[in-house]
């Protein structure tokens, strides 16, 4: 089957440390986009991309870069990882407007 | 900018009873999607239903309806015959109809438990 995989599940760095989430979807979807999600804030959207080579900033994309090389992989990544960074992220794809979005599993990470 | 408010952080409900989630969201646009998210303890988030602002029948989904007052800007969630796996987190999302706003606009959820 078809599926959206982050890896990895857990991690935890220290301040400072350059950090990237992974991201691989099999559906070959077109959208693809990065969520933190925080308590008391649901998620919120750090970047997001429509295709290979495309890029956006969402609304809390400071701190945090993209790249999409092929479509099936968003990896993002902290630069120099902050203890504000601490949080649960999400990875989604949606092949168009009229389809719902695929959800993976979330990294949890911990800037220490 | 769309906003979406979920007024309740936590809810509880006895097992086999109903329930309802209060969402209202802000938009000036008159074409969108609006969707409620399940979200159990192993954090996956999970489609429970879907609206489309154009519609006015309310979408249902088994035990699950919606009560969508467009005028209003409200989408409240009704959990019928609860069942202890229906305890979760529960995320409303707002979508743009166009392809300008293809991104969901979450609210900060409301965390359901149920009773047995």
């Known amino acids: 089957d078809a599926e959206i995989t982050q890896s990895p599940r857990h991690k935890i760095t220290e301040t400072g440390r350059q950090v990237t989430l992974a991201c691989h979807q099999t559906?070959?979807?077109?959208?693809m986009f990065w969520y933190r999600q925080d308590l008391g804030h649901g998620l919120r959207l750090i970047h997001y991309?429509?295709?290979?080579?495309?890029?956006n900033k969402g609304e809390v994309s400071d701190g945090y870069s993209v790249s999409r090389s092929n479509t099936e992989d968003l990896p993002l990544t902290l630069e120099s990882a902050a203890s504000s960074q601490t949080s649960v992220y999400f990875c989604?794809?949606?092949?168009?407007?009229?389809?719902?979005?695929?959800f993976g599993q979330g990294t949890r990470l911990t800037v220490v | 900018a769309q906003t979406v408010t979920q007024s309740q952080p936590e809810m509880s409900v006895q097992e086999a009873e109903t329930v309802t989630l209060s969402c209202t969201y802000d938009?000036?646009?008159?074409?969108?999607?609006l969707f409620w998210y399940k979200q159990p303890p192993s954090r996956q988030m999970i489609l429970v239903i879907r609206?489309?602002?154009?519609?006015?029948q309310n979408a249902t989904e088994n035990r699950f309806s919606v009560n969508f007052q467009k005028a209003a800007k409200s989408f409240s969630l009704k959990i019928s015959d609860s069942q202890l796996g229906d305890a979760a987190m529960y995320f409303c999302?707002?979508?743009?109809?166009?392809?300008?706003?293809?991104?969901?606009?979450f609210g900060g959820g409301t965390r359901l438990m149920v009773k047995p």
């Open positions: 559906w070959n979807h077109n959208n």
């Open positions: 999302a707002y979508r743009s109809w166009n392809n300008a706003g293809n991104m969901l606009t």
């Open positions: 609206q489309e602002a154009y519609k006015q």
């Open positions: 991309s429509y295709g290979v080579q495309d890029t």
């Open positions: 938009t000036s646009e008159s074409d969108y999607y």
């Open positions: 989604a794809s949606r092949q168009d407007l009229n389809t719902e979005a695929f």
